[in-house]
């Protein structure tokens, strides 16, 4: 049994390029993940089939293999039980029923035309450190990104995939009038503007520039982690989770957000075994924010581009 809307969930919030990269992901990682159970069986290892089989669990149920995440509930429930009887019997069914979930992640990526580029893209490597975006305050120059930039390098010359077509000018498409009194409202809920005052008062003649820069930076490659994030739930990887949690945490923080970097925390310390719940609630709280906070920036951007 599927749940389709899983996959059509995550293609709508993140669209076609995150759902191939999950889909990738998943068809990569689950032949190792088998394997692991298969191994936990035959060595009669109770605690490492649970380990394995919570895992695999979590990434299938979250891709909508329910029954896939209840044969893999079964070996879980087993290993909780300090036992591996009846493991070996049930594995087959775990087999075929991947592979059987494997053709239908091929055909609705075929059927979708998600193999298919939708625009030229430049990845955004995923060495890129968010702790140095305030760097940038005190040198104006930036770094290329490469795939082994260290920690303390970030570059303003980033292109990603949804963004390249909408990066040429963000201030071209950010019309005054659409931004009512309610968007005023949202600005001062989700935006410490103090942060960016204060970053003018002390970057001299061309501090509009600056901070325009820093913002259309932001609107840029926000995104990127939040996808990062979504993908790393969706593969079940609390160390992917942590690391671009904390990214988008302290790069947020950085530009004034409020309520971004204590998401961002708590997605941060999330242990595995909440991922599938709790992770999920949270990354779409996170999510609303992040559209308010983009929305505030854009607000803000005027003023500094029309100053």
């Given at each position: 049994m599927?749940?389709?809307t899983m996959l059509e969930?995550?293609?709508?919030m993140?669209?076609?390029e995150?759902?191939r990269e ?5 068809l990569?990682?689950?032949p190792?993940?088998l394997a692991?159970?298969?191994?936990a069986?035959t060595?009669?290892d109770?605690?490492a089939?649970?380990?394995a089989a919570?895992t695999?669990?979590?990434?299938s ?7 896939m995440g ?6 879980e429930n087993?290993?909780?039980a300090n ?6 019997e049930?594995?087959p069914t ?5 592979e059987?979930?494997?053709?239908y992640?091929?055909?609705f990526?075929?059927?979708n035309?998600?193999d ?13 450190s ?9 040198t104006?120059?930036?770094?290329s990104v ?6 303390d390098t ?25 931004f009512?009194?309610?968007i005023?409202?949202?600005?001062y ?5 103090t ?7 002390s970057s001299?003649?061309n ?9 259309e ?5 926000s ?8 993908n790393?739930i969706a593969?079940?990887?609390?160390k992917?989770?942590?690391?671009y949690a904390?990214r988008l945490?302290v790069?947020s923080s950085?530009i004034?957000?409020?309520n ?5 925390d ?11 719940t709790e ?6 709280e996170l ?7 983009i929305i ?10 029309k100053?």
């Amino acid at each position: 049994m599927l749940d389709i809307t899983m996959l059509e969930s995550i293609r709508n919030m993140g669209g076609d390029e995150l759902l191939r990269e999950i889909i990738e992901d998943y068809l990569n990682y689950t032949p190792g993940r088998l394997a692991a159970i298969r191994e936990a069986i035959t060595t009669n290892d109770p605690k490492a089939l649970r380990s394995a089989a919570h895992t695999m669990r979590s990434s299938s149920g979250n891709l909508g293999a329910v029954t896939m995440g209840n044969i893999c509930h079964q070996l879980e429930n087993l290993g909780r039980a300090n036992t591996t009887i009846g493991a070996a019997e049930i594995f087959p069914t775990l087999e075929n029923e991947y592979e059987e979930f494997k053709r239908y992640l091929i055909n609705f990526k075929s059927r979708n035309n998600i193999d298919l580029p939708t625009a030229e893209v430049t990845s955004v490597t995923e060495d890129i450190s968010a702790n140095t975006f305030s760097n940038s305050v005190d040198t104006f120059e930036t770094a290329s990104v490469t795939e082994d930039s260290s920690a303390d390098t970030f570059s303003n010359s980033i292109n990603h995939s949804v963004e390249t077509s909408e990066a040429a000018s963000v201030t071209e498409n950010i019309s005054a009038d659409t931004f009512s009194n309610s968007i005023n409202h949202i600005q001062y809920s989700v935006l410490d503007l103090t942060v960016l005052d204060s970053i003018r008062q002390s970057s001299g003649t061309n501090a509009n520039d600056i901070i325009a820069k820093m913002i259309e930076d932001y609107l840029k490659n926000s995104a990127h982690y939040m996808e990062q994030i979504l993908n790393a739930i969706a593969i079940n990887s609390t160390k992917k989770l942590k690391q671009y949690a904390q990214r988008l945490g302290v790069y947020s923080s950085n530009i004034g957000a409020i309520n971004i970097p204590i998401l961002c925390d708590k997605l941060a310390d999330l242990p595995g075994s909440e991922l599938i719940t709790e992770g999920m609630d949270l990354v779409l709280e996170l999510d609303s924010e992040h559209e308010k906070v983009i929305i505030a920036l854009k607000q803000e951007l005027l003023s500094y581009v029309k100053s």
